[in-house]
């Protein structure tokens, strides 16, 4: 049979994390290529005490279908909470959608037809590259520094494309790189889309997961002009297996995206946002992330060691104060996808940086490492396997 897909989807690549993980996937393979948090971060005794008390009340509580904008209980605390934190405002209102990818595809469904322009960090999350891909919008990559995006090249670009309608950004221990951006270059990025009329898609997936320095105020927290919606996950925080996360924006949008939702998948889990709404309010939560940001603390700097003491100096690796990654900078006299199957080889699966270009075109000279899914002595065995292929190419 000779199916006849959309153009938009004969665009898309299969994911090259994905792809990795699939030949990868032997219990000795090392998974420095995951983006996972850790399992010993999931509150697993938590999680099945609550599902076991929900399951005893009336079904149609947690079995049946429930509003699109989602559990009231749930929205309401976050409301309440994101207010208190000083980023709702009063024109602002809140959507619990299936993860925070759902988010950022349905904002770029409501914003976006074929041909349009979204700005965002190169490199970026792939996921959402996708999703933007899957509507045929056009990607302009803006070259990140230490401390987030080149505010010239932002400017520039944003003059080039006058008629841009998202600016796409992880602000928090972005993925690939782990880098975040700091509170001076989140306030000049919010006047450049109130000076170019361009909307903020605010990605913060990692948030939670700080283990070194102080705590940046949210893109979101400048915002009284309604022009950026942020996307929160309880990925990280409880387990990606939930499948729950939410939308902050104003009034107008959300009622949007709720059209948008509906005509996607109706709701999100019932189940599942009774779960999180109940976890949330109902166990020491302060006392959990704690214990996730120590684990991830005690993952990096294991890695961080590994790296330092195996891998020549030639090779520079980003120095993130949270979330799952680093990234590092290979010499461009360096075969990045010679290193990518040499470690494959040797049982170590890591990410070429081209997986999380904006330009599928451009060459890529980076590998991303995640240290949140491996064991202990898999980052440190992994570390020397690393090390000895760049030794070797």
């Not at 960090?121 to 056009?138: W, Y």
């Not at 450049?192 to 997936?205: M, Q």
Request: net charge negative.
């Amino acid at each position: 049979m000779n199916y006849r897909l959309s153009e938009n989807f004969k665009n898309l690549k299969p994911s090259a994390i994905r792809e990795i993980l699939k030949h990868t996937s032997g219990t000795d393979v090392i998974p420095f290529a995951a983006g996972n948090p850790s399992v010993e971060a999931f509150p697993v005794e938590d999680i099945r005490r609550i599902i076991n008390e929900i399951t005893k009340r009336p079904p149609a509580t947690y079995l049946q279908y429930g509003i699109s904008e989602g559990y009231t209980p749930l929205r309401d605390y976050l409301k309440a909470d994101l207010t208190a934190k000083g980023l709702k405002s009063d024109s602002d209102d809140l959507m619990i959608v299936s993860g925070a990818q759902q988010g950022i595809d349905l904002s770029a469904q409501i914003f976006c037809d074929p041909g349009d322009v979204i700005l965002c960090e190169d490199p970026s999350f792939i996921g959402s590259l996708n999703a933007f891909r899957s509507h045929g919008i056009k990607l302009v990559g803006i070259p990140m520094e230490d401390d987030g995006v080149d505010l010239a090249a932002l400017e520039t670009s944003m003059q080039k494309n006058p008629t841009a309608k998202l600016l796409y950004l992880i602000p928090n221990f972005q993925n690939p790189s782990g880098l975040s951006t700091s509170w001076e270059k989140r306030r000049k990025i919010y006047e450049l889309a109130k000076k170019y009329g361009i909307i903020i898609l605010e990605d913060n997936p990692y948030g939670d997961l700080r283990f070194a320095g102080e705590d940046i105020p949210s893109i979101k927290s400048l915002d009284r002009e309604g022009l950026v919606i942020y996307c929160g996950s309880f990925s990280k925080l409880i387990a990606p297996g939930i499948r729950v996360g939410f939308v902050l924006a104003n009034s107008d949008l959300i009622s949007k995206l709720t059209v948008a939702k509906q005509a996607s998948d109706v709701h999100t889990n019932l189940l599942a946002q009774i779960l999180v709404h109940d976890f949330i309010t109902g166990c020491d939560l302060s006392a959990h992330t704690k214990k996730m940001q120590a684990l991830y603390r005690h993952k990096y700097t294991l890695m961080a060691h590994g790296l330092e003491e195996n891998v020549p100096d030639s090779i520079k690796f980003t120095k993130p104060e949270g979330g799952l990654f680093v990234l590092g900078y290979l010499p461009e006299r360096m075969d990045m996808m010679g290193v990518v199957k040499a470690c494959i080889e040797r049982k170590l699966a890591i990410v070429p940086g081209s997986a999380f270009s904006v330009d599928l075109e451009k060459p890529a000279h980076t590998i991303r490492l995640n240290f949140s899914t491996p064991s202990d002595e898999q980052i440190t065995r992994g570390c020397e396997i690393l090390g000895a292929v760049i030794k070797t190419i």
